[in-house]
């Protein structure tokens, strides 16, 4: 799964990328964990916009808010969840990464070591990953849009990492994805079979990164030295 990863939210790039006509304003965020503001593109009648949303659905069904944050979904069965369908159909967004974290553990001197990877395009764009969306409603009068990522099989970069990874959505994909039509299961499907392989890099990176509370720059920056 992924839980944690980093933007930059520099409007000039984003909008040169994906021809945004409006945009939410967001700071840079080197290590966004659950329930911290993502920035998502949806298809709206001012056209392409990038707003903000926490990231993590409550489900509808949900009677205990804190424990039932829904932050990933299996893209190939999540027309099959009660908690997904709807948004499935009518609410689908596309959450932007710069990269992504994962986390490779081993042993060393007798500790247990939880190495962070940075993983990335290799031609640095941002990634537009498939989402979901829905309102969450803690208490009357307020809303807080909320977003949940997609993810599929790993890619041979990922799969040293972990057996999933976000949803990587091409050029055409995106254009699918955002359509405002209701979508059935056979529209992901066809989505899905339209996968076309975005080429990433992957490095460590500070242990610091551990903390979802550190969000220095250097959460990116290609570890060198550091003792484990």
């Given at each position: 799964?992924?839980?944690?990863?980093?933007?930059?939210?520099?409007?000039?790039?984003?909008?040169?990328?994906?021809?945004?006509?409006?945009?939410?304003s967001?700071?840079?965020?080197?290590?966004?964990?659950?329930t911290?503001?993502?920035?998502?593109?949806?298809?709206?009648?001012?056209?392409?916009?990038?707003?903000?949303?926490?990231?993590?659905i409550?489900?509808?069904?949900?009677?205990?808010n804190?424990?039932?944050?829904l932050?990933?979904?299996?893209?190939?069965?999540?027309?099959e969840?009660p908690?997904?369908?709807?948004?499935?159909?009518?609410?689908?967004?596309?959450?932007?990464?710069?990269?992504?974290?994962?986390?490779?553990?081993?042993?060393?001197?007798n500790?247990k070591?939880?190495?962070?990877f940075?993983?990335?395009r290799r031609?640095?764009?941002?990634?537009?990953?498939?989402?979901?969306?829905?309102?969450?409603?803690?208490?009357?009068?307020?809303?807080?849009?909320?977003c949940?990522?997609?993810?599929?099989?790993?890619?041979?970069?990922v799969?040293?990492?972990?057996?999933?990874?976000?949803?990587?959505?091409?050029e055409?994909?995106q254009?699918?994805?955002?359509?405002?039509?209701?979508?059935?299961?056979a529209?992901?499907?066809?989505?899905?079979?339209?996968?076309?392989?975005?080429?990433?890099?992957?490095?460590p990176?500070?242990?610091?990164?551990n903390?979802?509370?550190?969000k220095?720059?250097d959460?990116v920056?290609?570890?060198?030295?550091e003792?484990?």
């Amino acid at each position: 799964m992924c839980g944690r990863f980093n933007l930059d939210t520099d409007p000039v790039k984003i909008k040169k990328q994906f021809g945004i006509s409006e945009m939410e304003s967001l700071p840079n965020s080197f290590n966004v964990a659950p329930t911290e503001a993502a920035l998502c593109l949806m298809n709206t009648q001012k056209g392409l916009v990038a707003v903000q949303m926490r990231w993590g659905i409550v489900p509808w069904y949900a009677k205990d808010n804190k424990n039932a944050l829904l932050i990933n979904a299996r893209a190939e069965t999540v027309a099959e969840k009660p908690a997904f369908r709807q948004n499935l159909k009518y609410r689908r967004c596309i959450l932007l990464m710069s990269g992504f974290f994962e986390w490779q553990h081993h042993q060393k001197d007798n500790k247990k070591i939880k190495q962070p990877f940075y993983i990335m395009r290799r031609d640095k764009k941002l990634m537009a990953i498939a989402a979901l969306w829905d309102n969450f409603k803690p208490e009357p009068g307020i809303t807080i849009p909320s977003c949940c990522v997609l993810t599929t099989n790993p890619n041979d970069v990922v799969m040293k990492l972990h057996d999933r990874m976000p949803w990587i959505l091409s050029e055409q994909q995106q254009k699918e994805w955002l359509e405002t039509k209701e979508f059935s299961q056979a529209d992901l499907e066809r989505v899905l079979n339209h996968q076309q392989g975005v080429k990433l890099i992957c490095y460590p990176v500070t242990q610091a990164v551990n903390s979802a509370l550190y969000k220095e720059k250097d959460t990116v920056t290609p570890l060198i030295n550091e003792d484990d």
